[in-house]
């Protein structure tokens, strides 16, 4: 089975940090592309950030210069690295797989919640 499980996440004030983990067991990072979305209390999900095997990264115009998306393959894990974080970034956060050899195939973990409040 495919799993991908989200960790990090927790209550931070205006300005802290926090990293997001997500740990993938059966499924090849590789051959995926793996992201980030959020979902907000009474928004719709958006994504965060992506990134490929071979290095190509996109994020969100929301937290460029904020949010570092990476991965570790070998251990068929990625990261979110969030610095300066503001209340509007209190979501919850999930980790994805997209394959790229196979239209449609999205793998989804069950998010882990990031609040941002003092």
């Known amino acids: 089975q495919v799993q991908l499980v989200e960790s990090g996440g927790g209550l931070v004030q205006p300005g802290g940090s926090l990293r997001l983990s997500c740990a993938g067991s059966?499924?090849?990072?590789?051959?995926?592309?793996m992201g980030w979305y959020r979902q907000a209390p009474g928004k719709q999900r958006e994504l965060v950030a992506t990134?490929?095997?071979?290095?190509?990264?996109n994020y969100a115009d929301s937290v460029k210069g904020r949010f570092t998306i990476s991965s570790d393959y070998a251990k068929n894990t990625v990261y979110l690295q969030m610095n300066s974080l503001k209340p509007e970034d209190t979501a919850v956060y999930y980790c994805?797989?997209?394959?790229?050899?196979?239209?449609?195939?999205?793998?989804w973990g069950e998010g882990t919640l990031v609040t941002v409040s003092s």
């Open positions: 059966g499924i090849i990072f590789s051959i995926y592309v």
């Open positions: 994805n797989a997209n394959s790229i050899l196979r239209a449609g195939m999205v793998y």
């Open positions: 990134i490929t095997s071979g290095g190509r990264i």
